[in-house]
């Protein structure tokens, strides 16, 4: 420091060198204390089981931080074993004792957060002691109320929250403490990097007063550790957040397990970064120099310029970076992947701005913009680990979002521009779950990094369960060949003359009622194997690729219309119904083999259902968001786009209707096939939308094998989510598959409906059972915009 002491102030904020790094002496003598070995965490304290691998874990400069222990089946069972006895005494608590003790934590928090701000500094799982407390203090609040605000709900059970190495403490902790808030016990594995500090809460925690086994951790070598855990019959529900590859192998290796799986991807993302002409140019390139250069990101950032100014901006990029110096990367082979994209982005044509060049040292690399990029570059679309920054430009609005879509993400967007109609209007055509104008990077609990992929108040309700949803009895995975899972053919039969004494039944496709493309059709048989009472089409995968395309086209149109405009075509479906209600009741009636008078309930329930989703459309929109610093904070629904829906067997009319008003009535198009064994309500519902209002392609219902049926939506890209009403071996299958791209499931197995009797549930008029079906069928966006 004496060195250093006639040094001006100019040059410091010249050279801008870092300055000597902190003292790591509380974390150390943790570390010391724990003889850099760190155990497993169960029954609110440290183990250390004998005879387990141990990983050994490096800080930031490469030495030697500590080593974790590698789980095994026998810790896996006794840490599930912890966590449902913990689940017992947590969720035993009222609402305001759970508070209470959060808002202890937030004390405890304040008194070893240098030691938690050191031991986050020491293994690269960037998050500050004063996030971890405005989240603390934010879900206690919630927890305080979610009886009154959420009421009809409880929580899951034992929750599984599994993350991957590069994974942030911050990002880990937005999937646990509401977990927790909601009443829920919570078995978290960490990745490496945030092993350490998530340790060392564990045991803060616990201190504090929660509950022995309501927090436990599990370390391992990788995420399928927490596909192990999932086997457990304990577990109720299992949320991964991290890198896509992982997510992924997560899902794959979980696939079977009969519980929810939910993935947010925070880490290797790519990002728009849109400059356009009428921004602060100069406050733009600050930021954009602040974010896209650390050493450690969670996202790629992609610098999207309108042409106008993008000579400019490029100018003061390079002015800008004239004295800035190489950025360490992760690793040695980061280094390679780095050059060969920029040596790839000069072959193309694209052009550098380096303040310096490549040093001999492997684990550097200049910070680099990548001028004239070109949308569908590897670099660009999946950008290397390391400083680069591909520089794209566009003319008009529409080009701007266009380039902002051209990567499925559904992370976030930064919107520079002085004109506030401009920003909402391209904050709403970007496919992103969180929008900052004029500003990047904001967090808050309030705003959660992962809204588009999961739900208004936080994320809350993924923790929570309707009250009279049933448990449902987990199963074990079925061995099965995936490639030939719906390959099996239907005992199709082709219509022939003698034949025609039976009603042939047609399937909607596009507006328009058609046979099948193959042409076949299959039997419709009475109740119990009895008598043939007609023939629909068998559709195939053909019949699906038309129906999406049809989906696709009249989807955005759809979504556009005011909500009081669709209301009012939910209405007049309604009516429709209504006025066939002789016909459709009569084939319930036939398919069912009920009496008359409960067939006429179940349409007169269906027509009441159609109602209420007419009324549902404009109630629920959204709103401003409880900010903690000045500017506005707005989130609202977005359609899905496209549904897949295989319909369950009871009550084939009511289902149908109550997940269709469901799917429609927040702007999206649906493709349904309808039950096997009773497709003939479904069928009779068609002349119901002919007769509607509805543009043609917004409602498709296609007939024949559902396993065959399931593969062709599972396989299409355009599909955003599946609700499945099925077998085991179905619901396996769309886990293992619907992985690329990533499809939003919600997956029921027919054999445990029926033995729960959850089908009476369609039935039912609380709240939270439509409440739940809405929340499935839209995604949040949240659009922050500073004041100052």
């Known amino acids: 420091v004496m060195a250093d002491s006639n040094k001006k102030v100019f040059d410091i904020f010249q050279s801008m060198e870092e300055g000597p790094s902190a003292a790591s002496s509380a974390a150390s003598a943790w570390l010391d204390h ?52 913990g689940y017992t005494s947590w969720s035993g608590l009222t609402c305001s004792q759970r ?23 020491l293994s690269e799982a960037s998050c500050s002691p004063s996030a971890l407390v405005r989240l603390l203090q934010y879900y206690s609040s919630w927890a305080q109320l979610r009886d009154t605000l959420i009421p009809s709900w409880t929580s899951v059970g034992v929750v599984v929250v599994v993350s991957s190495d590069d994974c942030s403490l911050y990002s880990l902790m937005l999937k646990v403490l509401p977990a927790v808030a909601m009443g829920n016990s919570v078995i978290v594995v960490p990745g490496r990097s945030a092993a350490p500090p998530v340790l060392l809460l564990a ?35 299992i949320t991964y957040t991290g890198n896509k590859q992982d997510g992924l192998t997560l899902c794959k290796a979980a696939a079977g397990a009969g519980l929810p799986v939910s993935v947010s991807q925070c880490i290797g993302a790519t990002c728009p970064f849109i400059i356009f002409e009428s921004a602060d140019i100069d406050s733009a390139v600050d930021e954009v120099i602040q974010i896209a250069f650390k050493k450690k990101k969670e ?102 979002v266009a380039l902002g879509n051209h990567s499925p993400h559904g992370h976030a967007a930064s919107i520079w521009t002085e004109d506030l109609t401009l920003a909402l209007e391209t904050a709403k055509s970007l496919s992103v779950g969180l929008v900052w104008v004029n500003s990047s990077c904001v967090s808050d609990p309030c705003l959660p990094l992962h809204i588009y992929i999961s739900d208004f108040m936080q994320g809350l309700y993924q923790f929570l369960r309707p009250s009279w949803s049933p448990v449902r009895p987990r199963s074990a995975p079925v061995a099965m060949d995936y490639s030939k899972f719906g390959t099996e053919p239907t005992q199709a039969v082709i219509p022939d003359d003698h034949r025609s004494v039976f009603n042939s039944f047609l399937q909607f496709v596009g507006g328009k009622a058609c046979k099948s493309v193959s042409g076949c059709s ?94 549902y459309c404009d109630k629920l929109q959204g709103g401003s968001l409880p900010m903690p610093q000045s500017g506005a904070a707005l989130s609202f629904p977005e359609a899905l786009g496209v549904v897949g829906i295989i319909l369950p067997d009871k009550y084939p009319l009511l289902s149908m209707v109550t997940v269709l008003g469901a799917a429609i009535a927040t702007g999206n198009a649906v493709v349904m096939v309808p039950s096997q064994r009773f497709p003939l309500p479904a069928l009779a519902f068609i002349q119901v939308l ?74 039912r008029t609380d709240a939270s059972l439509l409440e739940d079906l809405w929340r499935n069928a839209v995604q949040w966006k949240s659009v922050w915009i500073p004041s100052a």
């Open 34 to 85: 724990h003889s850099r070995s760190l155990g497993l965490f169960m029954d609110g304290k440290f183990v250390r089981p004998a005879g387990r691998q141990n990983i050994s874990l490096s800080d930031s400069k490469g030495a030697k931080l500590c080593s974790i222990v590698c789980a095994e089946d026998e810790d896996i069972s006794q840490c599930a074993s912890s966590a449902a006895s």
């Open 690 to 763: 002919q007769s509607s209002d509805l543009p043609a392609g917004l409602v498709n219902i296609i007939t024949g094998n559902p396993e065959l049926l399931t593969v062709a939506l599972a396989n299409h890209s355009v599909i955003k989510a599946i609700w499945y009403w099925g077998r085991a071996e179905g619901c396996q299958y769309l886990q293992y598959s619907c992985t690329s791209p990533l499809k939003t499931l919600r997956l029921f197995c027919q054999k445990d409906e029926e033995a729960s009797d959850a089908g009476a549930d369609w039935t």
């Open 99 to 121: 508070s209470k003790v959060l808002l202890r934590l937030v004390g405890v928090l304040g008194l070893h957060g240098q030691c938690l701000s050191e031991l986050c500094a």
């Open 522 to 615: 299959v039997a419709v048989q009475a109740p119990g194997g009895g008598n043939v009472l007609g023939f629909c089409p068998d559709g195939g995968r053909k019949d699906v690729r038309n129906a999406v395309e049809a989906a696709i086209k009249a989807q955005p149109g759809w979504m556009k219309k005011s909500p009081s405009a669709r209301a009012q075509s939910l209405y007049s479906l309604a009516k429709g119904l209504e006025s066939k209600k002789k016909d459709v009741s009569a084939s319930v009636s036939t398919q069912l083999g009920v009496s008359v008078e409960e067939a006429d309930k179940e349409v007169e329930l269906s027509v009441a259902r159609l109602n209420v989703w007419a009324a």
């Open 203 to 237: 045991q803060l925690f616990s201190g504090a007063g929660l509950p022995a086994g309501t927090l436990n951790i599990l370390t391992g070598s990788d995420v399928t550790l927490g596909a192990k855990v999932s086997q457990n019959a304990s577990v109720s529900y």
């Open 299 to 400: 996202v790629h950032w992609v610098l999207c310029v309108q042409e106008s100014v993008a000579e400019s901006l490029a100018a003061r990029l390079k002015l800008r970076m004239a004295s800035m110096k190489c950025v360490p990367l992760n690793s040695e082979g980061d280094r390679v992947l780095v050059e060969a994209a920029v040596k790839e982005a000069q072959q193309q044509g694209a052009t550098l701005i380096q303040p310096c060049s490549a040093g001999p040292s492997v684990t550097q690399y200049p910070p680099t913009v990548l001028c004239g990029a070109a949308p569908s570059s590897p670099y660009v679309v999946s950008p290397p680990p390391g400083p680069l920054l591909p520089l794209l430009t566009f003319r008009s609005n529409t080009e701007a």
